[in-house]
């Protein structure tokens, strides 16, 4: 398989970005977002969507940031399943942190159900726990699931 490339991504992303949201995200833990709250954020100051794609095909992966003064938010990050286990997922958290690091964060965070496999690749890129939020994301078919806050601060 090719390298990825990640480039900034737009509205005009959403389609392929709900393709691989709908996919990714399992709906019985509650971590999918909509394409409505998708396309309300995008337009907010600091928020910027990522695509990973191979060559010219459509969105493989993406994430979502927002940066806020020296604070750098991982909101969203997505693999599709059938390309997953190939370094894209850990490429899209690298991406997240050079381009935080870019804009002036030191201090990196993100949500993650308890449980999620993804908080392997979290810890292996430097983020640690730091606090639990219990009952946060509620699933479709009624279970509610504990958070993990991770954080990552970046020396200067
Ligand atoms: C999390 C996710 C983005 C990872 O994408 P990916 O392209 O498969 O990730 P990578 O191939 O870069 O994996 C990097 C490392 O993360 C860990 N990892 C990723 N998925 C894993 C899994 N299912 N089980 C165990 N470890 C896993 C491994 O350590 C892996 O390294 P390795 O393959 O050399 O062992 C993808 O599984 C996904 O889209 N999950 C559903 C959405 C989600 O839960 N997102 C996170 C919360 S917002």
């Known amino acids: 398989m090719p390298a990825p490339t990640i480039r900034h991504g737009g509205v005009g992303d959403l389609d392929g970005v709900i393709e691989v949201m709908n996919a990714a995200f399992d709906a019985q833990f509650g971590e999918r977002w909509t394409r409505s709250q998708c396309a309300g ?8 969507l990522r695509i990973a794609s191979l060559g010219a ?25 059938e390309a997953r286990r190939r370094g894209i997922g850990q490429a899209l958290l690298e991406d997240f942190i050079d381009r935080a690091i870019a804009d002036g ?6 949500e993650v159900r ?10 292996a890129a430097g983020f640690a726990v730091a606090g639990r939020r219990h009952e946060y ?8 699931h504990d958070a993990l806050t991770l954080r990552k601060t970046v020396e200067s």
């Open 41 to 48: 954020i995008l337009p907010m100051s600091g928020v910027e």
């Open 57 to 81: 095909s459509a969105p493989i992966g993406f994430s979502l940031m927002r940066t806020v003064a020296d604070e750098a938010e991982l909101l969203l990050i997505a693999v599709a399943p």
């Open 105 to 110: 964060a030191r201090h990196l965070h993100l």
């Open 114 to 123: 308890d449980g999620n496999p993804a908080i392997r690749m979290y810890h």
């Open 137 to 144: 994301y509620h699933g479709a078919n009624g279970g509610h």
